[in-house]
């Protein structure tokens, strides 16, 4: 039997942490579906997004690891609602996702997907894993900011 793996993320400035991700949910079973953060959620959740959903969605697709890339529902719109479209096998986490494993269990024990396992992926032992990393990493290195090897006397 196919095991269809499901990855959830924002995925904005794609970098190694993100592949890594992808890698090690695609580890987990033979096909791999992301579900990319739709721009309101990551206004919502997170800041303005640096790319719009449909790039972000294009460039996970290209990942070699995915099968296929979808945008998530808007705010509001359950994460459950989705699952009826992919019917996952696994849902995997990243490892700094915020997500509790408890709370998902109990969500999808309620809308009827008892037979979906949730498990989280292990993180990049690399410095420039997240993406706030890499904008505090090019902030430091960039002209003229606060910390920047270029700073004017």
Do not use: C
Not at 26 to 43: C, F, M
Not at 96 to 103: F, G, L, N, V, W
Not at 122 to 141: H, N, P
């Amino acid at each position: 039997m196919m095991t269809r793996v499901m990855a959830v993320g924002i995925f904005d400035l794609l970098h190694a942490g993100h592949l890594h991700y992808v890698e090690q949910a695609r580890s987990l079973g033979e096909e791999l579906i992301v579900v990319i953060a739709h721009d309101e959620t990551v206004r919502k959740q997170k800041h303005e997004p640096v790319t719009g959903q449909d790039l972000r969605r294009r460039m996970v697709e290209g990942l070699k690891p995915v099968d296929q890339a979808i945008i998530g529902n808007p705010p509001g719109v359950p994460i459950f609602e989705i699952l009826g479209q992919i019917n996952p096998d696994l849902i995997a986490l990243g490892y700094d996702q915020k997500h509790s494993i408890d709370a998902i269990r109990k969500g999808l024990d309620q809308h009827g997907f008892e037979d979906v396992e949730v498990t989280r992926v292990e993180g990049l032992s690399d410095d420039l894993d997240g993406t706030r990393k890499i904008i505090a990493r090019i902030l430091d290195l960039w002209p003229g900011t606060e910390g920047g090897p270029y700073e004017e006397d």
